[in-house]
């Protein structure tokens, strides 16, 4: 004869009513129909939407994204946001709270809690957390040196997302390079100049590739030569690091010539440095 002990026995008999009851309820309750309105009570977080844009404020733990159309999402950041680094130039890399950047592109991955979304993981590009350090110094030392009106300039720049284009200077590149040429450099210095005449000007630097390489290639190649383009405006040209915005990398998108013809691609591969002025503060 074969017995169960005890404990087993009573185990069993939970595992029985487990399985049974819910069952029998649910028949009783449905019926033969089936219900989706059916809501469980004490439901943990559930997934929320991905925001990608600009971290265009911050105060405390709440972070807050502007996409490309304007729009703005505020998320929370607690312990157990995960921050990282990829796809740039460098690697991939774990981060701390404190490379979040005014200016710094991102892309949040969320999850909602009540009416709050929490930031699950932030991604974004070493490039471009170099680069946003870097106009964030030269912010800091930049507007140190100015008057009080600047000062509140700045303030007022800080959540303006909408400019107007006063005016495009493109330099092109040789195949699979970044150097400029010469002409290239006279022409970045030229539009510095242009920009320096107009008051609240900022610059915005994208960098483009032809149709030739991979994707991956492309992308990094359109950052060097945004980089190069930026390193020029500021070492040589003397523009300030405080008055540009975060520069980026287009790889192929937005051609402007064919990319089957070889004149088609030597237009195609260049860095654009737009010239811009805060639709708040056009004509000011």
């Known amino acids: 004869m074969h017995v169960t002990p005890k404990g087993a026995s009573l185990a069993l008999s939970l595992a029985a009513i487990a399985l049974v009851t819910p069952l029998g309820a649910a028949a009783q309750e449905q019926g033969t129909q089936e219900r989706s309105d059916i809501v469980v009570s004490g439901q943990g977080p559930v997934k929320g939407p991905e925001i990608k844009g600009l971290i265009s404020a911050r105060s405390g733990d709440q972070v807050q994204i502007t996409a490309e159309d304007g729009s703005t999402s505020v998320v929370t950041i607690n312990q157990d946001t995960r921050i990282r ?3 740039g130039l460098f690697g991939r890399s774990k981060l701390d709270q404190t490379a979040l950047l005014n200016g710094l ?3 949040v991955k969320t999850f909602q809690t009540g009416d709050q979304l929490v930031a699950d993981q932030i991604s974004l590009r070493n490039s471009d957390l170099r680069t946003a350090s870097m106009i964030r110094t030269g912010t800091a030392q930049g507007f140190a040196e100015q008057t009080a ?3 509140a300039l700045r303030g007022r720049m800080a959540d303006i997302d909408q400019y107007n284009v006063k005016g495009t200077t493109n330099v092109n590149f040789d195949t699979g390079k970044a150097a400029l040429t010469e002409q290239g450099k006279a022409d970045l ?3 510095a100049s ?3 005449a107009m008051d609240n000007a900022l610059l915005l630097v994208v960098g483009y590739t032809d149709a030739v390489g991979s994707e991956e290639y492309n992308q990094v190649l359109s950052e060097k030569r945004a980089s190069r383009v930026v390193n020029h405006l500021q070492q040589a040209c003397g523009w300030k690091p405080y008055r540009m915005l975060t520069p980026t ?3 192929e998108a937005d051609p402007l010539a064919d990319n089957e013809t070889p004149e088609g691609k030597a237009q195609n591969r260049r860095v654009a440095v737009n010239i811009l002025v805060s639709k708040g503060l056009d004509g000011l």
């Open 85 to 87: 680094a990829s796809k």
């Open 105 to 107: 592109p991102v892309t």
């Open 149 to 151: 009106a600047t000062e």
């Open 189 to 191: 210095c030229a539009a």
């Open 194 to 196: 242009s920009a320096e």
């Open 249 to 251: 990398g287009m790889a």
